[in-house]
């Protein structure tokens, strides 16, 4: 008889990941900058306007204008390299105190991070290739551009060139100069509403996230997005933001997962008469014959977006639009492959009878008042 190895497999194994929660205004600062300086083009889906959008860009002074362009490129990975970097930074992550650690930030690391947003993967060896790169080293920056995420973007390829080429801590003090100025010229008025709305969403979070398996608490906090954590990754650090409502965002910075999720409405809105916001936004979801469609064919299965395009006829940027309405009322779940880069949509049908009580319990409380204020 053939005797067969016995085989443990430990990438099935319980990977300790912590959850953490950061509700530091320093970050809606820099997706600020982000969406308007490359992130974004098209804001209208965007639950702050685009009209909001085009008043940051118009505040901006000229000379300024000019010196975020020069920093952001066309895609604004500095400004999401720089969020990474700040997520796994000393505490505290407050703006001032992180202005003050970036200007003492060592040049090569800060260089290293906005490298490896885009070229490279979190292995020891392009951690390696990274700082060579950030040190000056010409051959391993050509090296690090020649990868397939950064070759096919010749202007990503170009703003690394070109913000590599700068002397050592020249990068660092006008990045640190810029986001000084872009603070107390433009982002300012309204810093503290914004902060106050991720502190109050964070706190809230942090209570629910102890001891709960962190893909299932990406899935909650994204409302919808099944992710598969990969090895390697050793903290989930989670991220309320105001200004990417409706959408989240995943970066990953070295061993650590950041999750940038939408602060809900109640962190925003203090009127305790307003109805349940997840409700009001599964009610404006269902209003629209396309999206009905949707979920019908959700009901049936699994699809991606080249399959609902098909059925409805539509491009896939309106079916992206659709679907991101869908998710943003906790309708539909989204699955993730980063190794095939793939995405599948399913049904979450749980939502729809929670929802019906949770109209039912707002009613009923706004009832009940109703009647104790005409019996006094």
């Known amino acids: ?126 951690l390696s290739l990274a700082e060579r790169a950030a040190s000056g080293d010409e051959a391993a920056l050509d090296e690090l551009l020649a990868d397939e995420k950064v070759a096919d973007h010749p202007d990503v390829s170009s703003l690394y060139r070109r913000l590599m080429a700068l002397p050592m801590p020249e990068l660092r003090e006008r990045l640190a100069a810029a986001l000084t100025r872009f603070r107390s010229e433009v982002y300012h008025p309204y810093e503290e509403k914004f902060t106050q709305a991720t502190t109050r969403a964070a706190a809230a979070r942090r209570a629910l996230t ?25 903290r989930l650090i989670l991220i309320p933001s105001v200004v990417l409502r409706p959408w989240a965002v995943i970066d990953q910075h070295r061993d650590a997962l950041g999750v940038f999720y939408p602060v809900a409405d109640e962190f925003l809105d203090a009127d305790p008469d307003a109805p349940p916001s997840w409700v009001v936004k599964l009610h404006k979801a269902l209003g629209d014959e396309r999206r009905l469609r949707i979920l019908r064919r959700l009901s049936e299965g699994s699809a991606g977006l080249d399959d609902l395009s098909e059925m409805l006829g539509l491009t896939k940027s309106t079916v992206h639009h659709h679907v991101g309405q869908l998710r943003a009322a906790g309708l539909v779940r989204v699955r993730v492959d980063p190794m095939a880069n793939t995405k599948h949509y399913t049904l979450r049908p749980a939502v729809l009878p929670e929802a019906a009580r949770t109209l039912d319990d707002y009613l009923r409380t706004n009832t009940a008042a109703g009647q104790t204020g005409r019996e006094s």
């Open 1 to 126: 008889m053939t005797a067969f190895p016995r085989v443990k497999d430990l990438t099935q194994g319980d990977r300790r990941v912590t959850v953490e929660t950061d509700g530091s205004g320093i970050y809606d600062l820099l997706l600020t900058v982000w969406s308007v300086f490359g992130g974004e083009d098209d804001h209208s889906s965007f639950e702050l306007g685009p009209d909001w959008f085009t008043t940051m860009a118009e505040s901006v002074p000229a000379d300024l204008e000019d010196e975020l362009s020069f920093l952001s490129g066309s895609g604004g990975d500095v400004w999401l390299g720089l969020a990474g970097l700040v997520a796994v930074s000393p505490y505290p992550h407050d703006i001032g105190s992180v202005f003050g650690w970036l200007s003492r930030l060592d040049p090569v690391d800060l260089r290293a991070a906005i490298l490896l947003h885009r070229c490279g993967g979190h292995a020891d060896d392009r």
């Open 210 to 234: 102890r001891g709960a398996d962190p893909e299932r608490v990406i899935e909650d906090v994204t409302n919808g997005l099944d992710y598969r954590i990969q090895p390697g990754v050793n």
